[in-house]
């Protein structure tokens, strides 16, 4: 069984930064796809950002992230990031880590979509004051 543990959540200030990481076990990490997704509260779990299995360069992002945001991964480490900037009182959120371990079963485009997900991490509190 695959875990991912998130790491790296806290309590800052609006406008500063904050990177989150998730490690994943398991020997097939660099052909997974991975996204983080969102929980605000009183609101329902959302995506946030995307990056592909085979060719990193490959991201997508919320409308909401603004260019604020870059995904990134380390094939050998098995862990995906969040760099997170300039980060505002609604990016309050539980910050979950997800992986598709058959990403190239979808032709179309289906990123965003938390049913393509086959393992979720338990989150991180990410919180931002004024």
């Known amino acids: 069984q695959v875990q991912l543990i998130e790491s790296g959540g806290g309590l800052v200030q609006a406008g500063e930064s904050m990177t989150l990481s998730c490690a994943a076990s398991?020997?097939?990490?660099?052909?997974?796809?991975m996204a983080w997704f969102r929980q605000r509260p009183g609101n329902e779990r959302e995506f946030v950002a995307y990056?592909?299995?085979?060719?990193?360069?490959?991201?997508y992002y919320a409308d909401f992230v603004e260019g604020r945001f870059t995904i990134s991964r380390d094939d050998a480490k098995n862990t995906v990031y969040l760099q997170m900037d300039n980060l505002k009182p609604e990016d309050t959120a539980v910050y979950i880590c997800?992986?598709?371990?058959?990403?190239?079963?979808?032709?179309?485009?289906?990123?965003?979509?938390?049913?393509?997900?086959?393992?979720w991490g338990q989150g991180t509190q990410v919180t931002v004051s004024l």
């Open positions: 398991g020997r097939t990490f660099s052909s997974y796809a």
């Open positions: 997800a992986a598709d371990k058959n990403p190239a079963f979808y032709t179309g485009d289906y990123y965003f979509v938390g049913d393509k997900y086959d393992y």
């Open positions: 990056i592909h299995w085979g060719n990193n360069k490959v991201r």
